[in-house]
């Protein structure tokens, strides 16, 4: 459950030259913005030469992959890592809300990479929006598997719900200012679970 993205735009080991680029361009795309972020700046950043970026990444539009399907697999494995303790799926979509809480305090100052990402690159044909698509229907997936094991009714009515929850945590803590809207949103979900006839502890 919640394994990363396979097929990377850089699939070869990355050398410590473009680790420190990809790590550079992860910093420099999701506080600054995609388009504002020339490769003169992030190879000045990183300390190489643009040939140097051009030569491992090929293309911007292939750093911008790489960092999304980066970012991606970073929040993936903070997922992973806090939903593996928990023993039932109820306990585990709870869990859901309470790493975004804290993935969001520590990671998400700006909101969401995906979202903004998608809404940055404007060209349909952008391999960047196919990123934040396959991230969005992976998390609807998640919680339509995790719905399915509570034995709910109507899971994927929940699955949902739940996603949207989830989603709009994101919007009102970085759009609105509300700190604690994963914690609210988990309440909503205890409630939710409740209504579809998940009784607690399952």
């Known amino acids: 459950m919640g394994s990363a993205p396979r097929g990377t735009t850089a699939e070869r080991p990355l050398t410590p030259a473009a680790r420190r680029v ?3 361009a992860t910093d420099l795309f999701y506080t600054r913005g995609i388009n504002t972020v020339g490769m003169e700046l992030v190879a ?4 190489v030469t643009k040939k140097t970026v051009y ?3 090929g293309s911007k539009q ?3 992959v790489a960092y999304l399907r980066a970012r991606d697999a970073r929040w993936r494995d903070f997922l992973d890592a806090r939903l593996a303790p928990e023993a039932g799926p109820r306990a585990r979509i709870g869990a859901t809300f309470d790493a975004l809480d804290a993935w969001m305090g520590a990671e998400n100052p700006r909101g969401c ?3 903004n990402a ?3 690159l404007s060209d349909p044909e952008h391999p960047g929006r196919a990123v934040a698509e396959e991230q969005k229907r992976w998390l609807r997936g998640l919680y339509t598997d995790l719905a399915r094991e509570t034995g709910a009714t109507a899971p994927e009515t929940l699955a949902d719900a739940l996603t949207m929850l989830h989603e709009g945590a994101v919007v009102a803590r970085n759009v609105t200012g509300v700190t604690d809207a994963a914690r609210t949103a988990r309440t909503a979900a205890d409630t939710l679970l409740t209504a579809h006839g998940v009784p607690e502890g399952t």
């Open 44 to 47: 000045e950043r990183a300390g």
């Open 55 to 57: 030569d491992r990444f």
């Open 62 to 64: 292939r750093l911008v």
């Open 113 to 115: 990479a995906m979202v």
């Open 118 to 120: 998608y809404a940055e």
């Open 22 to 24: 990809l790590d550079v």
